[in-house]
């Protein structure tokens, strides 16, 4: 019987991976974060918010408009909403989200337009996540470090973001606006 060894060379990997490191040369700021769950009532009408939001999705039903576009989300699904887009937030009284949420600030500014390029699959702004335990699990370690004011929180949010941005890549086969 013959064996075969396959050999990584992971010594380019960090190089070579392009949405890690814009992620990565980003500032993010999280200004709130919640989760809501088995409450027909929690809902947003119509609004314009002035910062990036993303929900997360775990169970029940979200009925999402942004820019005009519905989504229905369940679970498994993240939406981002970029910052001063119109958008609404419902749910059926009979099957009520059960959902995380944050609100944060990207830096620099001038480059927002990329962020949101790499955080939209296919021109949508809904996506499933790759991981969804593991981004509950950073969800509340977020939630536990920010509370108790530890450090961590920003690396964990980045994460959160890596991954669902490399679900984006490996739908799309890349970026648009990345070199």
């Not at 088995?38 to 910062?51: F, K, S, T």
């Not at 981002?80 to 059960?98: E, V, Y």
């Not at 994460?159 to 606006?177: A, D, P, R």
Request: with cysteine.
């Amino acid at each position: 019987m013959r064996h075969s060894r396959i050999f990584l060379n992971t010594r380019n990997i960090g190089e070579q991976d392009t949405l890690s490191n814009f992620i990565n040369n980003l500032d993010f700021i999280p200004n709130s974060f919640g989760h809501q769950y088995n409450n027909p009532l929690a809902v947003c009408e119509d609004r314009i918010i002035g910062d990036f939001e993303i929900i997360y999705v775990t169970a029940g039903e979200s009925d999402v408009t942004i820019a005009g576009e519905e989504y229905i989300c369940g679970s498994g699904d993240i939406v981002f909403i970029p910052p001063f887009t119109r958008h609404k937030i419902q749910t059926p009284a009979g099957n009520p989200h059960d959902n995380y949420w944050i609100h944060f600030e990207v830096f620099p500014i001038h480059r927002h337009e990329e962020f949101i390029a790499a955080m939209k699959s296919c021109s949508s702004y809904k996506t499933q996540i790759l991981f969804p335990s593991e981004a509950t699990y950073l969800y509340g370690l977020l939630e536990s470090r920010t509370l108790q004011r530890l450090p961590g929180g920003i690396s964990m949010l980045k994460t959160v973001l890596t991954n669902s941005g490399s679900h984006t890549w490996l739908q799309t086969g890349g970026f648009i606006y990345w070199q």
